[in-house]
């Protein structure tokens, strides 16, 4: 069974930055799109920042310019550098990945990590 592991998250000043790593695990084949997500309390989870497999990005536009999403393929890890965070940053992060799981026929399947608490403090 494939695993997410994350790590990083925190309680940081508005202003500060974090960086959050999450590595899968237990990869047969690969690992198509990951991504960061975030749920506030209250909220809906919502999307912070994708990459694909061949490094295009997009991110949410409350997080542009300041947020940074990276991967390593061989070790199939992504990152999330978070600069110059404010208070409504503050959510739980979970990682998520999209993952080959058969060639034939090509399938694919949705993981997700335990969530990290990154705390913004005003």
């Known amino acids: 069974q494939v695993q997410l592991v994350e790590s990083g998250g925190g309680l940081v000043q508005a202003g500060g930055s974090l960086r959050l790593s999450c590595a899968a695990s237990?990869?047969?084949?690969?690992?198509?799109?990951m991504g960061w997500y975030r749920q506030a309390p209250g909220k809906q989870r919502e999307l912070v920042a994708g990459?694909?497999?061949?490094?295009?990005?997009n991110y949410a536009d409350s997080v542009k310019g300041r947020f940074t999403i990276s991967r390593d393929n061989a070790k199939n890890t992504v990152y999330l550098q978070m600069n110059s965070l404010k208070p409504e940053d503050t959510a739980v992060y979970y990682c998520?990945?999209?993952?080959?799981?058969?060639?034939?026929?090509?399938?694919?399947?949705?993981?997700w990590g335990q969530g990290t608490q990154v705390t913004v403090s005003s």
């Open positions: 990459i694909t497999r061949v490094g295009e990005t």
């Open positions: 998520n990945a999209r993952v080959v799981i058969t060639i034939i026929p090509p399938r694919e399947s949705d993981y």
């Open positions: 237990r990869i047969i084949f690969s690992v198509n799109t």
